[in-house]
Each structure stands twice: as structure tokens, then as C-alpha cells.
């Protein structure tokens, strides 16, 4: 037999308060330290407990703006740390660009097509007369691939 009273309801709800209060105390406290879920459920237990304390305490973690800022920090912090990717072996990234037209040469070079590696920032620039489909492929294996192997990447 169940009996439903109002003092009981009465009752739960003054411990939800009370609950939250201290809630509140042991995690924002400045020795708190805004500790993740189950360290603050593993703090409290230490001095008491109460019916749904941990679906409380998670509840009040979600809604706490200090640990929410923490948690986007954090992911960020991990995600650039994944984008900023550099690479580990010379001329694994090796960035490609034009620069011209210039004064035109005595060989009558016009254009500069430069190389990069990404990694040891080493640059080569070599002159080249025209920038057409014939000339940049076959610079690009005499100056690149026949001296240092092929790049695995070349933008
Ligand atoms: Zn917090």
C-alpha cells in the first residue's frame, strides 16, 4: 500500500534545495575546483547522500557555466592541436607557386616557379620561361623530383 502525503512532497522538495546548496558548496567552492562529475559525487559521499544525488549532480555540472567553458576550451585546444598537423619528413608537404611576370632574362625567362617545403622551409626558385603546361611539369621533375624523390603532396 502506497500513501501519497503532501508533507512528503514537502519534504523532497526542501532536500532538492538543500541538495543543490550543497552542491554548490563542494563544487564551486574554491577548493571544489569545479571537479568532474564523479569526482564531486565521490566528494560529497564522503560527508553525505541523498535519494537521485548523482542524476542532481550531473544535472548541475551540465548547467554549470564554468565547466561548460572548460569543456569547449578543451575541445579546441584538441582540435588545433589535430589541424595544426606539420609534417615530420622533409618534403612530405611541398607547396608550389608562380611568381611573375617579370623582366624577361637573357635566356628569356620571365616567370619564377618556386618551391617549398613546408617542414624545413627550404625554397627553390627557378626561372622559367613560360608558365604553360609543358614547361611547369617537366621543371618540376628535373628541378624536384629528379633531385630530391617525389613530394606527396604539391599544391
Ligand atoms: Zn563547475
Redesign the pocket.
Known amino acids: 500500500m502506497t500513501r501519497i502525503s503532501p508533507g512528503a512532497e514537502n519534504s523532497s522538495e526542501r532536500t532538492k534545495k538543500e541538495g543543490r546548496k550543497i552542491l554548490q558548496k563542494f ?2 567552492q574554491p577548493t571544489g575546483g ?1 571537479l568532474g562529475m564523479n569526482r564531486t559525487f565521490e566528494r560529497i559521499k564522503l560527508y553525505t547522500s541523498w535519494q537521485g544525488m548523482k542524476e542532481e549532480i550531473e544535472e548541475y ?1 551540465k548547467h ?4 561548460q567553458k572548460n569543456k569547449i576550451t578543451q575541445r579546441i585546444t584538441k582540435l588545433s592541436l589535430q589541424i595544426t598537423d606539420t609534417p615530420e619528413v622533409v618534403l612530405q608537404n611541398c607547396s608550389m607557386d608562380i611568381v611573375g611576370p617579370l623582366t624577361q632574362t637573357f635566356e628569356g625567362n620571365i616567370y619564377l616557379l618556386t618551391f617549398q617545403d613546408e617542414l624545413s622551409k627550404y625554397t627553390m626558385a627557378v626561372p622559367i620561361p613560360r608558365q604553360d603546361a609543358s614547361t611547369i611539369p617537366r621543371v618540376f621533375v628535373e628541378q624536384i623530383i629528379l633531385k630530391f624523390g617525389i613530394p606527396d603532396i604539391t599544391y
Not at 554549470?64 to 565547466?67: L, N, P, S, T
Open positions: 563544487h564551486e569545479h555540472i554549470c557555466d564554468i565547466c
